[in-house]
């Protein structure tokens, strides 16, 4: 619900800046197709790293219950120096997953910022250029307006795109219950 509300604010946003500015969607269309190509690619790259981490984090949970079933043989044979560098290995595989994950999302937060960024500095030169031609209480509404339409046009396509992320748990899913049961 609260995405629907973000995406009818942005619309209704992007109509009064279009009142305040005819010469803003000359800006706003091909920024669109920026956030899109960016999204696209943080996408493909976030999906598989998710794909890999949690690949990586199941071997983590088979480890430790193997650790834990077989305690009393890992004693016994006083491997505990081979079971915890073993640990360490699985943890360290999903961790650098798991990092990888983070820091691309990193990457595209900082896109998104730079072309909401990039989004008012346009419209700021639009509206000083156009000084003559609009009032001050027009050009507030319209740099208010630029700020917040920005900043939800950033997360409606962080939305999307971890939406988009996240739905390879139920690929996943999907793919487990395509399998022959085991009898």
Request: aromatic share 14%; charged share 15%; hydrophobic share 50%.
């Amino acid at each position: 619900m609260q995405y629907v509300r973000i995406v009818l604010q942005t619309i209704a946003g992007i109509g009064i800046i279009c009142v305040v500015s005819y010469y803003i969607p000359v800006v706003i269309l091909p920024m669109f197709y920026l956030y899109w190509k960016v999204g696209d690619y943080y996408r493909m790259s976030a999906r598989e790293l998710q794909r890999m981490e949690t690949i990586s984090r199941a071997g983590v949970a088979h480890a430790f219950n193997e650790a834990v079933t077989g305690v009393c043989t890992i004693r016994a044979f006083g491997a505990q120096s081979q079971w915890e560098s073993r640990a360490y290995h699985v943890c360290d595989i999903n961790h650098r997953y798991f990092f990888y994950l983070r820091m691309i999302a990193e990457w595209f937060s900082i896109r998104v910022i730079w072309m909401s960024t990039f989004i008012v500095f346009a419209f700021l030169m639009l509206i000083i250029f156009a000084s003559g031609s609009l009032s001050a209480s027009m050009a507030g509404l319209g740099v208010t307006t630029i700020i917040a339409v920005s900043s939800s046009l950033g997360m409606v396509v962080t939305t999307i795109t971890e939406f988009d992320v996240n739905m390879t748990s139920v690929e996943r899913l999907q793919k487990y219950s395509d399998l022959p049961s085991g009898k």
